[in-house]
């Protein structure tokens, strides 16, 4: 089955929606919004004005509708804008998001979802600690009833739009060590005992706002739980699959942007007195290069279809997450060495692609972690 066919009329013409937001709200600013670490809160709103925010989001809050290919379309747009930061704030939503419209309560939902994929409110989903990433069934932020309230006491980092968030879906232990222990809370911002740390500054995700977040006797009222109490481990662990799907869809993006940026310096860039397409080494990189995005693309695109479907693939997207991450770095390095010293220069879309690349194959579940999690799934 090709591309063609996991992709209707309507998905090209969301598809159409973002690269024309991406052309007249991102690209005249993106290269100064890179440098200054930021982009304007504005432009949540500005995409939420174009139905983005709404895509994959129930109906009766004002999104599309569970659509996985109309998110992917969406996402492969977004991501030729060049910048990964951005990306990444900007869709902060749909990691924070889904726990609360799957599993928040009726009036969690009616209160946070519309104000979220509206642009006027920002979500953030907060897991990650400084003591362990992978290891998320040992997380340490500690929840305690008291009451009609939870206190909560830990911290958070590597969190994304960190800052800038209102509504945070956080992980915390409510119960013993282990998964059966762990449950989501919302916390908002503002609340008593909750205070955001300084932005940190990273290698790549330049323009993505990330920040640590600190607890110390957060009270937090027992009705922003998310799902069962101590059954929160079941809900990251769903959340994670598509997540991981809009990764490796991120990173094929990536990779093809890197292979299309190529394509055209080579047959500019003269070199011994005709152009760098004119030799064969570069034309069989080059080729080398299609091969590998073109075959991470339809693989991805096939374990959507599977998601799309309703089936088990944890197996699958586990996969399909490292073969993109890996094309990614692969087709980003060897963009940067096509280009030679010009490739390495600050604002050069394929420096910016190689150092936002090298995230994805760490973020959603590491390469190694995503190996296990195969091995587990082949019965090892």
């Not at 100064?32 to 670490?37: K, M, Q, T």
């Not at 509708?65 to 990306?87: H, N, P, Q």
């Not at 232990?173 to 916390?187: A, E, H, M, N, P």
């Not at 769903?238 to 990173?251: G, H, K």
């Amino acid at each position: 089955m090709s591309a063609l066919n996991y992709f209707n009329e309507t998905h090209q013409m969301v598809r159409d929606t973002v690269r024309k937001f991406v052309e007249r709200e991102i690209l005249p600013e993106v290269d100064d919004w890179e440098e200054a670490g930021e982009f304007p809160r504005a432009l949540y709103k500005t995409a939420a004005d174009a139905g983005i925010l709404g895509i994959n989001a129930p109906e009766e809050f004002g999104g599309t509708g569970e659509d996985v290919f109309m998110k992917i379309a969406a996402c492969e747009e977004l991501v030729r804008c060049s910048s990964g930061g951005l990306c990444a704030s900007l869709g902060s939503l749909d990691i924070g998001l889904p726990p609360v419209w799957k599993w928040g309560s009726e009036a969690m939902k009616q209160r946070v979802i519309p104000e979220v994929i509206n642009g006027d409110k920002i979500s953030a989903l907060a897991i990650t600690e400084p003591n362990g990433g992978s290891d998320v069934a040992n997380l340490q932020t500690r929840a305690v009833r008291d009451g009609d309230h939870y206190v909560v006491n830990g911290a958070k980092t590597f969190i994304t739009s960190g800052v800038r968030a209102d509504y945070y879906t956080v992980a915390v232990r409510t119960g013993d060590k282990g998964y059966g222990g762990i449950s989501l809370l919302l916390i908002e911002k503002g609340t008593p005992g909750f205070t955001v740390g300084r932005k940190l500054k990273k290698m790549g995700w330049w323009a993505s706002d990330t920040a640590e977040l600190f607890f110390e006797d957060c009270r937090v009222p027992a009705e922003n739980l998310i799902g069962p109490e101590n059954g929160g481990f079941y809900c990251i662990m769903s959340n994670f699959q598509m997540e991981r799907l809009i990764l490796a869809v991120t990173a094929n993006s990536t990779a093809q942007l890197a292979l299309d940026e190529a394509m055209k310096y080579v047959k500019e860039r003269e070199a011994f007195g005709r152009p760098l397409a004119g030799f064969q080494v570069t034309r069989h990189k080059l080729a080398e290069m299609a091969t590998d995005v073109k075959a991470s693309t339809e693989f991805t695109y096939r374990v959507a279809a599977q998601i799309a479907a309703g089936e088990n693939c944890v197996l699958d997207v586990s996969m399909a997450k490292n073969v993109a991450t890996r094309c990614a770095d692969r087709v980003t390095y060897d963009a940067v060495q096509l280009f030679g010293g010009s490739g390495y220069m600050r604002g050069t879309v394929v420096e910016r692609l190689f150092r936002d690349n090298r995230i994805l194959s760490i973020g959603g579940g590491t390469h190694e972690i995503m190996n296990e999690v195969i091995a587990k799934q082949m019965g090892l």
